[in-house]
């Protein structure tokens, strides 16, 4: 679409917004386009609605001129394709939607506009001095609440679920028509932000992963601070000692004694979130082999397997459950290590001097630990980004921007029950796939509900390396393959994946029924979770032009 | 609907099923088209189809006859219609399709059919000696586990938000197609029953309170049996004592302490549950007022408010919320009593003995207790029932049939902020509006999530005494009317207030837009949980003409 529908439809938009808010320079389209991997849609403009009357009146020239509109909150949808746009279309940039509109110390929930970043959210309540915990996703504070909920991230604490804890959403449809979900169609309500069904269907499902709407408000359940936290971290150093683990703590998940998701990383994963790959020890070969990686993991005495979570509640709660989590552990974890904030400002305060006593290097571990504490409570973090630069040669800058830098990463994250068979057996499929492309298999399995797992696998990568973008992208395919063929589909895709999205030829009927309903003109994202047509094959997703420039 | 298509329906559904499943008598017709007030829709036949197969082959040959279909699983929607449709129409009834297919001790789910009653599966798990609760509804044993979820029912533990812990659900759609919802439509997963969303758009939200699938099967999440149970009873004797209560609950209901759902009936409301109407005593005067409600209430030591919640976890866990409690209720209650296993055999044991010595009627008490003891455990109970006869002149059979014996049951269920001030302000509201109208005030407030209570106000009455059905049903009205306004809308509606569905033209569109879509010919339970048509007026419901036979 080039056509006159998009230059009509930019003057319109022009005419609306102003001139300065409709972006059509050159660098920054192709900044828009750039993902951290091979991507083919391309943004033909970048409109800056003020509020919500802009963004149905932007929605309402879109459809008169029959041209695709893509919303973004924040744009960090990284791994997962940033910015871009699944297919050839214009942004809509959801950022100056920035206000906070309520915050119930009571009843304890916030309602937000998309452009509402982590950071903002966080400090708007320290400032308020409020007891309120919200929760963080790791990947970056300026990252959108309301984007992260609506790609159905998850976070740390017991409101980790994230749209699970989110309700009272206020949708400009694709005609331009506006509706809130749950009791807020009722006027005088205050219930509105406080349950999730309302009267009648309940229409909040449709619009996470989806392309059926635009979001412009949205309310997000906070939890009180508690009377005590603590943190725990454990480690095994056993590569086949996840199963026991979680088949360990899944009865503590199930019986509400861990009610926060609990993070379990790999040697690798722990290892590129503190430094870059060892080029020079490992003479510009890759992919760091098991073997390496096993030497590398005494030497930083990283474990096999590295798991964190938080306990929240009385003294006398969190007592009891450091004493269920320590006897669950017993003979299945090689360390486990309560922390909470005194124990961190003394490491803190003592990590130089002990280091020369003991020769064990504490700021190390505080580099790592000092992150995921926060965000077990909630404090979301920059430290993360860090690892995307894992393959790059060069340092890691101090304005980190990966979709800019070329760094390549591709997330690939299935679902699976929370058992130590289904966690052993994908994470060793996954293992031995990666290292076969020539990547070190990164990968994170969190405990995310009372019953089923999150494994996000990293292929993390240099995009500026010929060819390396091709290889990534034929490792994603091939392990994308084998996990839905096993029964773990992915809870989560990236814009050049959608073609996995069907499994099902009836459910894409009836979705497709559905979107042809509220999208009569199918400008809002097409593509975007939408199940491939009649007549795709299900299970291949359409080929992907590389665009690294 | 009276015409050929209908004869042409029942001779093609009569091939599919046989003769003895397409039931015509008129005896069996009247019965379902009746309730427990006054209704509008006759059932014009009732097809018993034996599987999924078969519902889809039923809904087709609906839709080519283009006659409504009205699906029912168990039809124990008492209070809100029992089995009777919106409109004219033809039932399917689902109590064939009972099998409990799928039991998984390890992550806590079982999947069942939609005439899977709660005694069946509560039998089952006992049988089983499964280490799993169920959670179950007051209404009845012999109530459809699967229908009660898609009316968004709830119960007393803390799996009590029954649309919260079920997914995975297979879906006859209006034109035949069957689809599995979440991750169910991936072939060869085993998260499908884990986890609520899926990939894409996630479609459970839309078929709870709809007309827009038959859902005939469904993932329902159970809880392991706690190491520790106990359950809790508080008393107020002060009539606006609730407020101070609620305040005091909220803060343990956010922080986790209190993992379930609390019920506290107000005095009219366990009178109800233990006797009948003190017709002699009143002179046969109604309604009970306030003053005599006083004196009974002391002479039989009943609250202004009752209270009832349980405890689950460890022994320490329990110990820890039990000091929790017993301190926010401080001052707050009158009496505050935790009852375990051996308690209350004590009690059972005792209770003759006990009253001789010391006057105090312990079987009486014993009576409230022990049916809302075991629904603290997930136990089904029917003593519930009972109190529908509450204003019956004649003793309560055996065999008791609520919509056969002419009781008059309407219930209203406004959702609240988990608030002091507004859980005041609407049971005073409700209170003085249907003394004011002749009935009797029961209710009960729910805390039914951590931010907002249930409040389910009953209208008891005895349709057989002239005029009632039309008193009630003004009553209803005017209760209505007074709580929407107020900002507390209805969670729930009966068959005959679905014009309340409305409050947003906009959301009116979009739920018309889907509903077209998916049912094309309109087919499917017309009327049911769809909003009034434009034009309408929003808050007054269609008039019902009273059916009384």
């Known amino acids: 679409m080039d056509g006159p529908g998009l230059a009509r439809a930019l003057s319109e938009w022009e005419a609306l917004l102003g001139a300065m808010h409709v972006v059509r320079e050159s660098g920054a389209l192709r900044a828009a386009s750039t993902a951290t991997f091979a991507t083919r849609g391309q943004v033909q403009a970048i409109l800056r609605p003020a509020n919500r009357e802009d963004v149905q009146q932007c929605v309402q020239i879109a459809n008169r001129c029959r041209v695709p509109i893509y919303p973004v909150s924040s744009g960090r949808n990284w791994g997962y394709g940033s910015r871009v746009p699944v297919e050839d279309g214009v942004l809509i940039d959801l950022a100056r939607l920035n206000r906070i509109l309520e915050l119930d110390e009571e009843l304890a929930y916030v309602?937000?506009?998309?452009?509402?970043?982590?950071?903002?959210?966080?400090?708007?309540l320290r400032q308020r001095n409020s007891r309120l915990w919200m929760d963080a996703t790791g990947a970056s504070p300026e990252c959108s609440v309301v984007g992260n909920t609506l790609e159905r991230g998850f976070g740390h604490t017991p409101m980790g679920d994230h749209c699970g804890n989110a309700c009272a959403l206020e949708v400009v449809l694709p005609t331009g028509d506006c509706v809130r979900t749950g009791f807020g169609r009722f006027a005088a309500t205050r219930a509105g932000a406080l349950g999730r069904w309302g009267l009648g269907p309940s229409l909040d499902g449709l619009l996470s992963q989806s392309n059926l709407g635009i979001v412009t408000r949205m309310s997000v359940w906070l939890m009180p601070e508690p009377e005590c936290f603590q943190a725990f971290f454990f480690v095994s150093n056993e590569e086949q000692g996840l199963g026991a683990i979680v088949d360990a703590l899944r009865p503590l998940r199930l019986n509400g004694t861990l009610r926060s998701v609990?993070?379990?990383?790999?040697d690798y994963k722990v290892l590129a979130a503190t430094s870059q790959f060892p080029w020079a020890d490992m003479h510009g070969r890759t992919p760091l082999d098991q073997a390496a990686m096993a030497r590398l993991r005494r030497t930083l005495s990283i474990g096999a397997w590295n798991g964190s979570g938080g306990l929240y509640g009385t003294r006398a709660q969190v007592r009891e459950a450091r004493a269920q989590l320590r006897r669950a552990l017993r003979g299945k974890v090689d360390r486990l290590q309560f922390v909470d904030d005194r124990l961190l400002?003394?490491?803190?305060?003592?990590?130089?001097?002990?280091?020369?006593?003991?020769?064990?290097?504490?700021?190390?571990t505080l580099k790592l630990i000092a992150p995921v504490y926060g965000l077990l409570k909630g404090v979301p973090t920059e430290s993360a980004l860090k690892s995307v630069y894992w393959r790059k040669k060069t340092e890691i800058p101090d304005d980190m921007d990966p979709d800019r830098d070329g760094c390549g990463l591709l997330w690939c994250s299935p679902v699976l029950p929370n058992t130590g068979a289904d966690v052993t057996n994908l994470t060793n499929v996954v293992t031995n796939l990666l290292l076969e492309h020539g990547f070190e298999p990164q990968m994170t399995v969190s405990l995310a509900t009372e019953r089923s797992a999150i494994c996000v696998i990293t292929i993390s990568y240099d995009r500026s390396a010929p060819g390396e973008d091709e290889r990534a992208g034929e490792c994603y395919r091939a392990l994308m393959e084998v996990l839905v063929e096993r029964g773990y589909p992915p809870y989560r895709l990236n814009v050049s994946s959608m073609g996995y999205m069907t499994g099902d030829a009836s459910y894409a009927r009836a979705l497709e029924a559905i979107k042809s309903a509220l999208d009569p003109n199918g400008i809002l994202a097409p593509g975007r979770y939408e199940p491939a047509r009649a007549g795709q094959d299900a299970h291949i997703p359409p080929a992907v032009v590389p665009t690294v420039r």
């Open 111 to 124: 309602t937000i506009e998309p452009g509402v970043t982590q950071r903002q959210l966080q400090e708007f």
């Open 262 to 266: 609990i993070h379990i990383g790999n």
């Open 345 to 364: 400002k003394v490491m803190q305060r003592f990590a130089r001097p002990f280091r020369v006593l003991s020769g064990w290097d504490v700021s190390r």
